[in-house]
């Protein structure tokens, strides 16, 4: 029996690291630590030492796109220009929400509103997170409205179980999300399981 390839990562929060987790499971490969969690900022300080790392292990680095740039290619180039042999540094275009909007059935059916308020193309929209807000806004579910909302007056983005919620969607391959589904309508996130595809062939 072959012993499945090993990936180290980094990533922004723990959001992102359940869908990068689903990501490489779902192709096989076993997750090994994840690093950062602790915000963009702080994973771009530590780029340089997980690339060195990328010299001899597989590694991948998931970061968010936000308003950084116009689109990833750039932005990739200017952040990590010699990437290692081993490493994948991928790009959310601009949230990691938009790979979850992007499997539109499964993410209505689990906030309970209809599939027309799911957006078709994810990456183009200029808050993914907002978007995500404020179809939660309308679930026919209390708890998700209580929970994905933010209250009123608190002057947070995010309701109180936010991201806890869209975890329990990310983590569930039964009736969550559908990574390969959702890749259809999300380049960067087509890009990003074809190049861990290569990652892992590489490394066999």
Known sequence: MINPVVIS???????????LRRLIEGLGAFPGSVYG?????????KL????????FVPWVILIDLDHDADCAPPFLQS??????????????????????????????RFLSVGVSRIPHDPENLDSPKSTMVEIARHSRRRDVRENMVPRPGSGRKIGPAYTSLLI??????????????????SDSLNRCIHRLEQLIGGSK
């Open 9 to 19: 990562a980094a990533v922004e929060g723990i959001l992102d690291e359940v869908v």
């Open 37 to 45: 969690k602790n915000g963009k900022s702080f994973l771009l300080e």
């Open 48 to 55: 340089n030492a997980y690339n060195q790392a990328a010299r």
């Open 79 to 108: 952040c990590l220009p010699n990437p290692a042999p081993y490493m994948s540094f991928r790009v959310a275009v601009r949230e990691i929400e938009a790979w979850l909007l992007a499997d539109r059935e499964s993410l209505a």
């Open 168 to 185: 329990e969607f990310a983590r569930d391959p039964e009736n969550g999300w559908r990574p390969n589904v959702a890749a259809k309508s």
